[in-house]
Structure formats: C-alpha cells, structure tokens
C-alpha cells in the first residue's frame, strides 16, 4: 500500500498503539470502533506500535486474567469493520508475518500514516 489513493476512506479512523495485555486502552479502542460502526459510521481501525500485538494469532488470557481481544477483533466483520490496516515495520519487528495474524490486516508503511490519517474526519487514539 505505497500509493496514497489505494488508502481507505472513512467517517472514522481509531488508532490502536498499546497492546493487548496490561491496560484497557486496546479493549476500549476496539469498543470505540465497533459502537461507532453500529450508529452507521464507516470505521477503519490502524494497528502501530504495541498495538500490532493484538493482532498475533493464539493470544491467551493476560498476566492477570485479563478477556483476549481476539473475540472483539472476529466480530468487526458483523458491524462491516472491514479496513484492519497495521504498520509493516512494527509487525515486522514482531516477526507478525500473514500466517501468523488472527485476522488479516493490511500492512501500511509508516510514511503513509499521515495520509490515512489525512482520509478520516476524525481520529481516534487508544
């Protein structure tokens, strides 16, 4: 996704930067996203950073028995969540590789953040 028109647009953008495990930021992003996409809203959902973590296939429960995401991220496709974008060189950095995401995602370079950012009236930040 080099290209800045093959980028999607949307009412909505939410911005996931913390990881599954340790805080509620992650959790609260995703029921952000899915309560805006049931009032209508067209919702993109960009994974950078630690956030990319949710995206690994096989979580379990936290180190103090916090609820995975994962059931969170298999029903964004029920509210038509469909634009799951995270940046390549943090899934990279993971060694997060398409076989090994519980849901696909397509991979951003960082360079075209601003511009996806640029294609949503308004941003959210988990």
């Known amino acids: 996704m080099s290209h800045e028109s093959t980028l999607p647009e949307g009412d909505l953008l939410v911005v996931l930067r913390h990881g599954p495990h340790g805080s509620l930021w992650l959790r609260e992003g995703l029921e952000a996203a899915l309560v805006a996409a049931a009032l209508g809203q067209r919702v993109s959902l960009l994974f950078m950073g630690p956030g990319v973590a949710a995206l690994a296939a096989g979580q379990q429960r936290g180190p103090l ?3 995975g995401t994962l059931p969170m991220l ?3 496709p029920l509210y038509e969540v469909e634009n799951l974008l995270a940046v390549d060189e943090d899934l990279d ?3 997060l590789d398409a076989d090994r995401l519980a849901v696909p995602a397509v991979r951003v370079a960082p360079a075209a953040v601003a511009a996806l950012m640029a294609r949503h009236p308004l ?3 988990f």
């Open 123 to 125: 941003v959210l930040n």
């Open 74 to 76: 298999e029903m964004l």
């Open 93 to 95: 950095a993971l060694g």
């Open 65 to 67: 028995e916090q609820k």
